[in-house]
């Protein structure tokens, strides 16, 4: 009999939340299974991504992001919105960029291929929440991604500002919570750290 799968969530405004995913995919490639992680708002630049996929052949990775981050006009004090101007594209509430949203729904197609067809084990999808949080795709979409999955399969979802419709529909829900980091000391992300 197949082991059932379920729905986690690693949310909060604290680190670790891929790092946790990412240590979930570590010991379940240990326990033979078949792992697809899948990273929205990211490209293929982070540290994991020159070790991740030469792990192990039952791993692929796959990035559907641009080298830009988005931000929804008003989700941040004036202040820290002042230290992403050049990095990101901020957009006003309902009117995110087209092209990510088609691109973001490209990957949540291939998401929902990979957690339905039943060639991997364990689904993650890190900063999917916040794809969510930011409006790129609906709590619609994210439900039906959750119930085309197959049974035996364990979906992982992670990222900042998960809503309250799927925390209910999940089974596990991790907030990581902040209660001190370095970064408002003005130290930005650290290459194998945080990057």
Same mark, same amino acid.
């Given at each position: ?11 909060? /405004?604290? &680190?670790?939340? @891929?790092?946790?995913?990412?240590g $979930? ?7 033979? &299974?078949?792992v697809?992680?899948? +990273?929205?708002?990211? @490209? ?5 991504? &020159?070790? =991740?996929?030469?792990?192990?052949? /039952? !791993? @692929?990775?796959? %990035?559907?992001? &641009? ?13 820290? =919105? ?9 957009f ?13 729904? +490209?990957? $949540? ?5 990979? %957690? ?8 993650? =999808?890190?900063? $999917?929440?916040?794809? =969510? ?24 979802? %992670? ?6 419709? !799927? ?6 829900? %991790?907030?990581? +919570? ?6 408002? +000391? ?8 945080? /990057?």
């Amino acid at each position: 009999m197949t082991a059932r799968g379920y729905v986690q969530v690693y949310t909060g /405004n604290g &680190k670790g939340k @891929t790092t946790a995913a990412m240590g $979930l995919a570590l010991r379940a490639l240990g326990a033979g &299974k078949k792992v697809l992680f899948m +990273q929205f708002m990211k @490209t293929a630049t982070y540290s994991e991504h &020159k070790i =991740l996929s030469r792990i192990s052949p /039952n !791993l @692929t990775l796959k %990035t559907v992001g &641009k080298p830009f981050f988005v931000v929804k006009e008003g989700s941040m004090p004036e202040e820290e =919105l002042a230290k992403w101007r050049k990095q990101a594209v901020i957009f006003p509430p309902g009117e995110p960029p087209r092209e990510y949203v088609d691109l973001i729904r +490209q990957g $949540l197609a291939l998401a929902r291929e990979a %957690t339905s067809s039943g060639e991997y084990q364990v689904v993650i =999808l890190d900063e $999917l929440v916040v794809a =969510l949080h930011f409006g790129l795709v609906s709590w619609q979409d994210v439900e039906d991604l959750i119930e085309a999955k197959a049974p035996e399969v364990e979906l992982v979802l %992670t990222g900042r500002g998960a809503t309250a419709e !799927l925390i209910a529909r999940a089974d596990l829900v %991790t907030e990581m +919570q902040e209660v001190k980091h370095y970064y408002t +000391q003005g130290v930005m992300a650290r290459k194998g750290i945080e /990057n």
